[in-house]
């Protein structure tokens, strides 16, 4: 928009103003001209109104500058800008998914519990995805539900798909889209356009594909979670489809956990590094570690080994990919480094070694190299020069070793 062409009656100053200066210089220069304001609003396409003033001439010009403004922010946001340009506040706020269908085994469902039907993108650096691919390999779905990963790097474009060429991203099926007729996708991206030309979200993982549909089932890793729970029990083993992740007595309590652990742990990392400013850090970090004192003190109460004592839950799920990345990860790169797991939390560290060195659902689906080289290479906002620090080592200890400062501890 060129203000200075078509509302020629402008006083100097004005005309000489750049678009995003105080809208004030407009106000105290404009000069009532039907015919300028109403060129004006004609290349914005606006109906003019038959009969201008001076107040009335203020209020329009205001608002396409402020419009326009309004625009300017929105282009300059990146996909790694986790803080949009603008926003005051520091707060880092996770957008809500968009895709939010359901497999079902309800006759004529729109999305079939058809095994091979799906195709489950994830990313093993993101905790979101991780969920997921738990919960796949819990249930015993490596036959229903193929699956493949993106590489570990987040640039300008989102996630991209692997390259034959890639030799820094090892891991299982971290593999081109292997979608037939997507032999052309290099990035997440094109999978999400593809499927809706006018998208305007970000480019999250997990997606779970209906590749008959060719279309996105899910995008929300919480539902999808749950889907994978039950939707396929009845065309699995019995030990498969016997585990049981949202068990009926435990509902409420697994509802209320997830209502803490969700906002103030597995967001409230992200909240605390992706922050702008030091009150939107302070209010998180701590927000976060109070919450971590909740679930030492939940542990000492139930007695393990899982959450909910002896029952293993969506809520072990959900709770172990940001646990399994605090250490390594979350200390240093996000801040969050009031306390570490393995010296300051010795029930969850216990509570995560379990997990991790008891259940290969947990252990096979973490992948260090895909969680230390996206963080520390990806968010260069936070660390522009993309070094990717070496400790700590190990990055999660053996069930029967602690750091130093423990074993003193426990030897007193």
Not at 75 to 100: C, L, N
Request: aromatic content about 10%; some cysteine; glycine content about 4%.
């Amino acid at each position: 928009m060129n203000i200075k062409a078509s509302y020629p009656t402008l006083s100097r100053a004005a005309r000489l103003s750049p678009l995003s200066s105080s809208t004030s210089i407009y106000s105290r220069s404009i000069v009532a001209s039907s015919r300028g304001v109403s060129s004006l609003l004609v290349r914005n396409n606006q109906n003019p109104p038959p009969r201008l003033n001076r107040q009335t001439g203020v209020e329009i010009v205001s608002t396409l500058v402020k419009k326009q403004q309004q625009q300017q922010i929105r282009m300059a946001s990146k996909i790694t800008d986790w803080v949009k340009p603008g926003d005051h506040s520091g707060e880092f706020k996770r957008q809500s998914s968009s895709f939010r269908d359901w497999i079902s085994t309800e006759p004529g469902a729109k999305f079939p519990a058809e095994k091979g039907r799906y195709h489950l993108y994830i990313s093993y650096a993101c905790p979101w995805a991780n969920r997921t691919l738990i919960a796949r390999k819990l249930k015993g779905l490596d036959d229903f539900i193929s699956f493949s990963s993106v590489h570990w790097h987040m640039a300008e474009k989102g996630w991209r798909f692997p390259t034959l060429e890639d030799t820094d991203a090892e891991g299982e099926n971290v593999i081109p889209d292997p979608v037939p007729g997507h032999e052309k996708y290099t990035h997440l991206r094109d999978l999400y356009f593809a499927v809706d030309p006018e998208y305007a979200g970000r480019f999250t993982v997990p997606v779970l594909f209906d590749k008959k549909a060719n279309t996105i089932v899910n995008n929300e890793s919480s539902e999808i979670l749950r889907m994978l729970g039950t939707v396929f029990n009845d065309q699995l083993p019995a030990e498969y489809a016997k585990i049981d992740l949202y068990p009926e007595p435990l509902r409420g309590q697994i509802e209320e956990a997830h209502s803490w652990t969700y906002d103030q742990i597995n967001n409230g990392v992200y909240k605390s590094g992706f922050a702008t400013t030091q009150q939107a850090y302070e209010r998180n970090v701590t927000a976060l570690f109070e919450a971590l004192d909740k679930a030492e003190k939940h542990l000492a109460e139930t007695g393990g080994p899982f959450f909910f004592g002896d029952t293993i839950t969506e809520t072990d799920v959900r709770l172990f990919p940001t646990l399994i990345r605090f250490d390594p990860v979350y200390v240093q790169h996000f801040k969050c480094n009031i306390r570490d797991i393995r010296s300051g939390y010795p029930l969850l560290h216990k509570y995560t070694r379990n997990l991790y060195w008891n259940h290969p659902a947990f252990k096979d689906t973490t992948n260090f190299l895909h969680i230390k080289n996206h963080y520390t290479r990806s968010h260069t906002q936070i660390n522009p020069h993309s070094i990717t620090p070496l400790g700590p080592v190990p990055d999660i200890l053996p069930l029967d070793e602690e750091v130093p400062a423990v074993k003193a501890a426990l030897a007193k």
